[in-house]
């Protein structure tokens, strides 16, 4: 017989951590698969469709921020919270603005992280107890200078960047992304045009203010 309970997909790249979630979230909910790296979470939720998905946002190969961009325009039923260390109400904001539907901290109480599910699942949005509300509600409705110049990125650009930024080879992030070294060659060279800056360590510096890499 079909379970009806709600599907969770967790995304973190600390497998501790995950376990954990798991352990609480399972007793209520049936959590269909744990991965550790965003570009995994978005090929899994197209396969599996869960209800919601527990994400991080410093995920290697593709940040939570983007990921959780990528399932909400392929998906847009599926619910995402994210469950983080990052308790800066900007990167909380921008989560908002990009899909999310929660916001949790990882020092929450484990009650605090069913509840959050529980009330995400049923519709509403859900910040920590921790964190500034009325801060994030503010921050969500104001533009940034960061987002104006990350929507000058496409998708790829994006993925790119942070592939370059964890370190990667230019044929490292081909064999990722399935293109050729010309083309990711043409990549950072638009991205460092978009961006304004000139060297790689500029390019670095760029994706851990932008939350791409930690």
């Known amino acids: 017989m079909a379970s009806?309970?709600?599907?969770?997909?967790?995304?973190?790249?600390?497998?501790?951590?995950?376990?954990l979630c798991k352990l609480v979230l399972e007793a209520?909910?049936?959590?269909?698969?744990?991965?550790?790296?965003?570009?995994?979470?978005?090929?899994?939720?197209?396969?599996?469709?869960?209800?919601?998905?527990l994400v991080d946002l410093a995920m290697p190969v593709l940040n939570g921020l983007d990921a959780g961009e990528q399932v909400k325009k392929a998906s847009p039923a599926i619910k995402l919270v994210y469950l983080t260390i990052n308790a800066d109400p900007d990167v909380a904001a921008e989560a908002f603005r990009r899909g999310a539907s929660g916001y949790l901290l990882k020092t929450c109480a484990s009650s605090e992280l069913a509840v959050a599910v529980r009330q995400v699942l049923r519709g509403f949005t859900y910040i920590s107890a921790a964190l500034p509300k009325d801060r994030i509600d503010y921050l969500r409705r104001q533009d940034r200078e960061m987002v104006g110049?990350?929507?000058?990125?496409?998708?790829?650009?994006?993925?790119?960047?942070?592939?370059?930024?964890?370190g990667k080879g230019m044929k490292e992030v081909g064999s990722v992304l399935n293109l050729t070294i010309r083309t990711v060659a043409f990549h950072k060279y638009r991205i460092m045009e978009s961006l304004g800056v000139k060297t790689n360590a500029d390019l670095v510096r760029y994706a851990v203010r932008s939350q791409m890499v930690a």
């Open 4 to 19: 009806h309970r709600p599907r969770i997909l967790i995304a973190d790249d600390h497998a501790l951590v995950a376990e």
């Open 28 to 53: 209520e909910f049936d959590v269909v698969s744990i991965v550790g790296d965003g570009r995994a979470m978005v090929h899994v939720a197209a396969e599996l469709k869960p209800d919601l998905i």
């Open 149 to 166: 110049r990350e929507s000058r990125l496409t998708e790829r650009q994006r993925e790119v960047l942070q592939l370059l930024a964890e």
